[in-house]
């Protein structure tokens, strides 16, 4: 780690100008609420918030920002005008269509957005010389997926098999040209980062397993679990959220470190769905439960897929903060303070509180 900058997460994003697409989602509002109680200058550049209700919404990040522009990435001319009016320090880019179903539905616009969208964040990149640090958001299933027991590392083959899933890695390779391309003589860091699946409060998507569960629950209905056996790397949305923007800090300082990482859980808190389900359902209580429907005519999904994170490991020091049973806890926290409609900004800065003093103090 050496030549590494110690100063902490809320030190550094004070007073900095962060651009983020894609904010208004899921992941993106959680990042927002972060920079905020770090002091940061936030501006997001995103279509509506994608779900009714959402997390952007009904926390009121937008009062706790400096700019929310309206946009979408797939329009060139406006994604350029807005980040030069920004001139930011750094940029994160998380716009995209995210979910597998959907891009079966919806192909076309699931590539237009997931590789011209990136086209478009890159090239407004190129011609705004404030910028220092990128991050290109991506996922752990940009690649070629054998189903092998072990976890995928950043040298192996990138080849989603489903629309979205190869739409991420065209993103992927389409980042890679433009580094070697446009970036190689300009003082810039860019990094993608491929995370495994997120949970957290506040998560409205639909064909996502947690916030099936939740709704399951307002419903007072048992959960409909599809798959119970396919095995996922799980984590908690501030485990993602926090390493983008401590590897964003690095490599701000010395852009030597960017590159490709995987950022995911513990081989410890790789669990199929079946036991997330489990865990909901302990730290719910009360009459939770579920069943299995299998859907024979489903479309294609991964059924094991797990991530190699030693690279992250040994280049920032990083370990995940939260272990599964935690992150799950965290996301019923949440989504009963939701339910019973009590204050979940309070409840998203004590989780926050509580996980970025941990993450400081590994």
């Given at each position: 780690m050496e030549g590494l900058?110690?100063?902490?997460?809320?030190?550094?994003?004070?007073?900095?100008?962060?651009?983020?697409?894609?904010?208004?989602?899921?992941?993106g509002s959680w990042m927002c609420k972060v920079l905020s109680m770090a002091g940061a200058k936030v501006s997001g550049y995103a279509l509506e918030a994608p779900t009714n209700p959402s997390l952007f919404k009904l926390a009121g990040i937008e009062r706790c920002m400096d700019l929310n522009l309206l946009g979408d990435v797939r329009d060139l001319r406006n994604l350029q005008l807005?980040?030069?009016a920004v001139q930011p320090d750094i940029v994160i880019h998380m716009a995209a269509q995210p979910l597998v179903r959907e891009s079966y539905e919806n192909p076309v616009y699931t590539y237009a957005t997931?590789?011209?969208?990136?086209?478009?964040?890159?090239?407004?990149?190129?011609?705004?010389?404030?910028?220092?640090?990128?991050?290109?958001?991506?996922t752990?299933?940009?690649?070629?997926?054998?189903?092998?027991e072990y976890g995928y590392r950043e040298i192996d083959a990138l080849d989603g098999y489903d629309p979205y899933s190869n739409s991420k890695s065209c993103s992927e390779l389409?980042?890679?040209?433009?580094?070697?391309?446009?970036?190689t003589d300009r003082d810039i860091a860019i990094?993608?980062?491929?995370?495994?699946?997120?949970?957290?409060?506040?998560?409205?998507?639909?064909?996502?397993?947690?916030?099936?569960?939740?709704?399951?629950?307002?419903?007072?209905?048992?959960i409909v679990v599809r798959n119970p056996y396919s095995t996922r790397p799980y984590q908690h949305v501030l485990e993602p959220v926090c390493t983008y923007l401590l590897l964003a800090m690095q490599q701000y300082e010395n852009k030597e470190?960017?590159?490709?990482?995987?950022?995911?859980p513990d081989d410890c808190d790789c669990v199929n769905t079946g036991d997330l389900v489990d865990l909901f359902c302990k730290h719910w209580g009360e009459t939770a439960g579920w069943v299995n429907i299998s859907e024979s005519n489903a479309p294609h999904e991964a059924n094991f897929l797990k991530l190699d994170c030693s690279k992250i490991k040994k280049v920032l020091g990083w370990q995940p903060v939260w272990h599964i049973d935690d992150a799950v806890a965290k996301t019923v926290e949440w989504s009963k303070a939701?339910?019973?409609?009590?204050?979940?900004?309070e409840v998203m800065e004590k989780q926050i509180n509580e996980f970025v003093n941990k993450f400081e103090n590994r």
């Amino acid at each position: 780690m050496e030549g590494l900058v110690t100063m902490n997460l809320f030190d550094f994003y004070k007073n900095k100008k962060v651009f983020i697409t894609g904010h208004t989602g899921f992941k993106g509002s959680w990042m927002c609420k972060v920079l905020s109680m770090a002091g940061a200058k936030v501006s997001g550049y995103a279509l509506e918030a994608p779900t009714n209700p959402s997390l952007f919404k009904l926390a009121g990040i937008e009062r706790c920002m400096d700019l929310n522009l309206l946009g979408d990435v797939r329009d060139l001319r406006n994604l350029q005008l807005a980040m030069q009016a920004v001139q930011p320090d750094i940029v994160i880019h998380m716009a995209a269509q995210p979910l597998v179903r959907e891009s079966y539905e919806n192909p076309v616009y699931t590539y237009a957005t997931n590789v011209m969208g990136t086209v478009n964040f890159l090239e407004a990149v190129r011609h705004c010389p404030s910028v220092k640090s990128v991050i290109n958001v991506t996922t752990d299933k940009v690649y070629l997926n054998n189903e092998w027991e072990y976890g995928y590392r950043e040298i192996d083959a990138l080849d989603g098999y489903d629309p979205y899933s190869n739409s991420k890695s065209c993103s992927e390779l389409v980042t890679s040209s433009y580094k070697k391309s446009f970036f190689t003589d300009r003082d810039i860091a860019i990094s993608p980062c491929r995370a495994g699946n997120v949970i957290g409060g506040g998560d409205f998507a639909k064909d996502r397993i947690i916030p099936d569960c939740v709704r399951a629950m307002e419903q007072k209905e048992k959960i409909v679990v599809r798959n119970p056996y396919s095995t996922r790397p799980y984590q908690h949305v501030l485990e993602p959220v926090c390493t983008y923007l401590l590897l964003a800090m690095q490599q701000y300082e010395n852009k030597e470190i960017a590159g490709s990482y995987n950022v995911g859980p513990d081989d410890c808190d790789c669990v199929n769905t079946g036991d997330l389900v489990d865990l909901f359902c302990k730290h719910w209580g009360e009459t939770a439960g579920w069943v299995n429907i299998s859907e024979s005519n489903a479309p294609h999904e991964a059924n094991f897929l797990k991530l190699d994170c030693s690279k992250i490991k040994k280049v920032l020091g990083w370990q995940p903060v939260w272990h599964i049973d935690d992150a799950v806890a965290k996301t019923v926290e949440w989504s009963k303070a939701y339910l019973r409609k009590q204050n979940i900004n309070e409840v998203m800065e004590k989780q926050i509180n509580e996980f970025v003093n941990k993450f400081e103090n590994r």
